[in-house]
């Protein structure tokens, strides 16, 4: 069992940044890939990013390419997700999933562990 705790969310204008963390516990001595989605009200859950166990493989959803960086501290056992130039339709509860794949996915159903979300609400 993997237990995943985000931390970061919060308010911010449009333009914006935000630095969101997702902390991981347990079995965290297993190589998983990591990713970040994200949920609207009435939408469903969407990819965003994801990243390889040792951080040279990442994969962004087009609509936050050039703007948000995943990352990883295997020595922290967390994963980050910087956003920049945030705008009002990037207003969503933003996830931390955990996968045992060896590469990342889009997926959401590849992903065994979730957080319990953190909210991000941009201003215009």
């Known amino acids: 069992q993997v237990q995943l705790v985000e931390s970061g969310g919060g308010l911010v204008q449009a333009g914006g940044s935000l630095s969101l963390s997702c902390a991981a516990s347990?079995?965290?001595?297993?190589?998983?890939?990591m990713g970040w989605f994200r949920q609207a009200p009435g939408k469903e859950r969407e990819f965003v990013a994801t990243?390889?166990?040792?951080?040279?493989?990442?994969t962004y959803a087009d609509f936050v390419k050039g703007r948000f960086t995943i990352s990883r501290d295997n020595a922290k056992n967390t994963v980050y997700l910087q956003m920049n130039n945030l705008k009002p339709v990037d207003t969503a509860v933003y996830y931390c999933?955990?996968?045992?794949?060896?590469?990342?996915?889009?997926?959401?159903?590849?992903?065994?562990?979730w957080g319990q979300g953190t909210q991000v609400t941009v201003s215009s």
């Open positions: 999933g955990a996968s045992g794949r060896v590469v990342g996915s889009v997926r959401k159903d590849d992903y065994a562990y």
């Open positions: 347990g079995r965290t001595s297993s190589r998983y890939v």
């Open positions: 990243i390889n166990w040792s951080g040279s493989i990442t």
